[in-house]
């Protein structure tokens, strides 16, 4: 990543260094966001080898399952962006930092967006694993949806639902959005070594519409080392998640809003391990 703390100890820049500071960034607005969602419980176990160090998955219940999500969305009115738009494919694992009663909410394990600019911008500030990626989100006669993320012409995962139903006064009673959590890195400017950072950032949201289903199904590429090797091992980890039934299948439009001027830092940066997904 390009995020660089100066070795003067003045406030890190975004690079190019005539971006800024992170903090002259404000707040990321988003005027209407159109999300396909499914969530699972998945073996804590299993979900605990796709966190980084610090983070544990929550169990949802006394057995020990954690909830994976796959989302998809199609961004509108995206004030940094002069109005214009983007497409979403996240991974999102529920997990708190230090322990289960520590700061909690979504760890991106992976985001894939197509364009290069929230890109930049979200791995910098938030520390979300942000990768380009061609995204489809197709509405079929049905009510059902199939959506896709690829690149160079091979998958990287897939969701496809089954009919979802509108719901009437819904979008009032849904829980608040869970807050971001990611793992910013940069170079120590004494040593060189890579450290990382654990970060939160809230996510407001005003919902407008809803519909929910009860079947989904999650698919996850193969391409290996040989086709794209930068996601390779990422997609051998996917791989290794048994999904069942979804405990939540969802269609909703919303605004929202990243509190990226309320961004938390969970605790100092340390340093990294030297191999990781």
Known sequence: MSYVQPADGHQARFMPVLMGPPSSRGVASYG???V???QWRVHSGLLAGLLPDGFVPVLDGLEPLGLLTVAF????GVEFMAGRGYRVASVLVRAAFGSQDGPSGDFVVAMFEDDCLPIVLGRELLGLPKLFADISIEDRPDASMMCGASLWGHTLFSLETGPLQPRENLPEQLPPP?????MRSFPDPTSGALLGEPLLTPVEATPQEIALGTEATVSWGFAGNGEIACVAGLLD????LAVDEPVVVVRSVMSRVLRTDLIERLAPPCPLPSASL
């Open 32 to 34: 209407r966001v159109d």
């Open 36 to 38: 396909v969602a499914a």
């Open 73 to 76: 969305a199609d961004n509108q």
């Open 178 to 182: 869970q807050p971001l959590l990611g």
């Open 237 to 240: 980890a996917l791989r290794t």
